[in-house]
């Protein structure tokens, strides 16, 4: 909340949304709106995406700023952006920026790092499906009724909703801008939701509805599900899975059952390749018959394995 109050440009309105949090939290908060002028709302818990919408609708500024309860923004955060605003854009959607990596007492790790996981600003879809997006919402400041015309988050994601929302945006026709510069903060740690089973969920749902948004075809010869989301996405249902396994993780039952939904989707299309169902299949029946140490040397065999192939192929 101080790195919200210290901007070098002023925020209009200040909007807390508690999503139902913990008593001792919510009281916290009730104290903190005596002392700091933002409005305050209270919610049943509903993840980051419906706070985010509850936060909103409850605005009346044209341009919104997301700053997430772990994060905290660079003291130009508003300036960077509001300057990055083109003045002849009549379809504005967002500006975005870079951030700053922490750990979970915000102690600075890199100073930059959003280029060096996808391509900016967004041109193609291509690019928005064949890896995350990293536009963070606390990021970002973006048009109020673009936000409210495209809906929102899907509150159905307790992650991804940031990559569904900005893709929506993208698939309407509105413009993203990038600014080379870091403006927020963005605390990282086992904690976090990107940690949790909340994530291999919402991880498996946003395939499922991309691989509807956009089936193969043939004719265009384009195929989205195996050249894009199998390549993005299907590393990590097995890591999933198989970590859960070996780890004896209390969610094992789901994250399996998580591998084998996407290892039927896989072997239901007819134009991913034979040795890669194949894989998939050997892999299943591994996770249902060996015990975890057995699954556990077998990973680490592959680690050895892999690059000694590698060394042999030289």
Avoid at 261 to 285: C, H, Q, T
Wanted: hydrophobic fraction near 40%; charge should be negative; include cysteine.
């Amino acid at each position: 909340m101080r790195s919200v109050y210290e901007q070098t440009v002023p925020a209009t309105e200040v909007i807390v949304v508690n999503d139902g949090s913990k008593s001792e939290e919510a009281d916290f908060i009730d104290e903190l709106a005596t002392r700091m002028p933002f409005t305050l709302i209270h919610k049943e818990n509903g993840g980051q995406g419906s706070a985010r919408n509850k936060g909103v609708q409850a605005s009346t500024s044209d341009y919104i700023c997301f700053l997430d309860q772990d994060d905290y923004f660079l003291p130009n955060h508003i300036e960077v952006l509001l300057d990055a605003i083109p003045d002849d854009d009549l379809r504005l959607g967002v500006v975005y920026g870079d951030l700053y990596e922490a750990d979970a007492e915000g102690n600075i790790i890199r100073m930059s790092m959003v280029k060096q996981h996808a391509i900016h600003p967004k041109r193609d879809i291509i690019s928005l499906l064949c890896q995350d997006m990293f536009i963070l919402p606390s990021a970002s400041l973006i048009v109020r009724k673009v936000f409210l015309e495209i809906g929102g988050f899907d509150t159905q994601f307790k992650g991804y909703e940031d990559d569904d929302f900005f893709l929506r945006m993208f698939r309407a026709g509105y413009s993203n801008y990038y600014v080379d510069k870091p403006v927020t903060i963005w605390c990282i740690h086992t904690n976090s939701t990107s940690y949790s089973v909340l994530m291999s969920r919402s991880r498996f749902s946003y395939f499922c509805k991309l691989s509807q948004l956009y089936p193969d075809s043939r004719i265009q010869n384009r195929f989205y599900f195996r050249d894009l989301l199998v390549a993005r996405f299907g590393s990590s249902f097995i890591k999933d899975a198989v970590e859960a396994v070996i780890y004896d993780d209390k969610n094992k039952t789901e994250l399996v059952n998580i591998y084998f939904s996407y290892r039927d989707m896989v072997l239901a299309n007819e134009f991913v390749g034979f040795k890669y169902k194949l894989k998939l299949k050997l892999i299943g029946w591994i996770l249902t018959t060996c015990p975890a140490q057995v699954i556990n040397l077998l990973v680490e065999f592959a680690k050895f394995a892999v690059p000694l192939r590698r060394m042999i192929n030289i």
